[in-house]
């Protein structure tokens, strides 16, 4: 489950630039960053895949439309290599900016900038580009890019004559005019990419089809060539350029984030502040959230939260969840324990619980006066070759795990306010 909204910054020129702000419903580990391909934008079927993959490994992915194109302020006909690049940097600080607040959600590494750059075509020759400009970048990821930027010279070579002649000239590109500027080929052919490539020094996936008609197979073979380890190569055989096909999207998307989650390290849960205390369980508010709760057990952390009809962000198990997890992990447990103990033939056991509130005249082992009460139902899926009185000694011995006995007995709850 992924959060998506429409998000915004400043880029380099001063312009607006539209963007979206794909993360995970649970805690982010990690940022991302997206670059689009040459005239495309944030919008592409195949940039939405891959950052609603990476969600699912609880990386967070900014993906942007560069000045003039898309929904960003601007004129693209101003716009160069290198402005590009500009964006890109300006798209990495606003993330280091965002670290902290309610976008993202405090955590232990945001507000460090994106630790993954990825990039396709054009914009996998900008993410190789300022690679080596954001500190915080880990790994990068090219799809379909040019070795050298100056490639793409040749999508205007019918035009070349005119813009040498006139400065500028109107061409079409997948289907729409753009209007090229010679200051943009200008630009283009000074990059040194070799240069950029060989001092990389991230780890680096490049994805690229042998069929690329835009971007020639050749290309990928001179980037990883250039590029010192730890990289790798992905194929993706029969795909076009834009990966418009959609089962390409979702191989290149779910190989893509598999490789990205590698390098961000294992998932960490936020903790509440403070020693953990064997015995002791904390709870603190999640900064930036409305009920979100950061929940430590000694050593061990998760998160709890309400759904978002009533106003959460369903990035953790509800309390009574946690109530009810409770009750089916301690229930699993005697279970199991008993089975071993009296030598029982049990492979495997599943508890499933529900809870609700019923009236008290509809339950006629009620002894409470209130007018409704909570019930709890369990289920129990049990595995093995049991005989019935096996089964029946199970079913009886599920009612006396501590925890059925807590909800059970008088419990005293006493509240006092720390000094």
């Given amino acids: 489950m992924m959060e998506s909204m429409k998000v915004s910054f400043t880029g380099a020129k001063g312009q607006l630039l539209a963007a979206r702000l794909d993360r995970p419903r649970g805690p982010v580990r990690a940022t991302a960053l997206f670059a689009h391909c040459f005239t495309c934008s944030k919008d592409l079927f195949v940039v939405g895949r891959i950052s609603r993959a990476l969600t699912e490994h609880g990386i967070a992915t900014l993906r942007f439309d560069f000045t003039g194109l898309g929904h960003s302020e601007g004129d693209f006909a101003n716009e160069t290599f290198s402005s590009n690049l500009e964006d890109l940097l300006a798209a990495a600080a606003y993330l280091r900016s965002s670290g902290d607040g309610p976008d993202l959600g405090k955590g232990p590494i945001l507000g460090e900038g994106p630790q993954i750059l990825i990039g396709h075509s054009l914009g996998g020759a900008a993410v190789l580009a300022a690679a080596g400009r954001i500190e915080a970048v880990r790994a990068v990821a090219t799809i379909g890019a040019p070795a050298d930027p100056a490639h793409v010279a040749h999508l205007f070579a019918p035009h070349l004559e005119e813009i040498e002649a006139h400065g500028e000239a109107t061409v079409n590109l997948m289907g729409r005019s753009f209007r090229v500027k010679k200051s943009f080929l200008d630009d283009i052919a000074a990059q040194k990419q070799t240069e950029r490539i060989a001092s990389l020094r991230k780890a680096l996936l490049v994805m690229h089809s042998p069929v690329d008609t835009i971007v020639g197979i050749d290309n990928a073979a001179a980037i990883f060539t250039a590029a010192k380890h730890p990289k790798s190569f992905v194929s993706l055989d029969d795909a076009d350029h834009l990966i418009t096909n959609r089962e390409d999207a979702l191989y290149a998307a779910d190989v893509l984030a598999a490789w990205a989650s590698r390098w961000v390290g294992r998932q960490t849960v936020e903790r509440p502040a403070g020693e953990p205390r064997e015995g002791v369980v904390t ?56 089975a071993e103990h009296k030598k029982f033939p049990l492979e495997a056991v599943r508890v499933e619980l529900t809870h609700e509130k019923i009236h008290a005249t509809d339950c006629d082992a009620c002894e409470s006066g209130s007018a409704k009460i909570d019930r709890i139902q369990r289920t129990l899926f049990l595995s093995g070759d049991l005989s019935t009185e096996q089964i029946e000694k199970i079913r009886q011995i599920a009612d006396k795990c501590p925890v059925h006995r807590t909800l059970h007995a008088t419990v005293r709850v006493e509240t006092h306010l720390a000094e």
């Fill in 283 to 338: 709870v603190a508010e999640s900064p930036g959230f409305k009920f979100r709760q950061l929940v430590a057990a000694g050593p061990h952390a998760l998160i709890a939260d309400e759904p978002k009809h009533v106003g959460g962000n369903d990035s953790g198990p509800t309390p009574y969840d946690l109530l009810l997890a409770a009750l089916g992990a301690c229930t699993a447990m005697t279970i199991r324990m008993y």
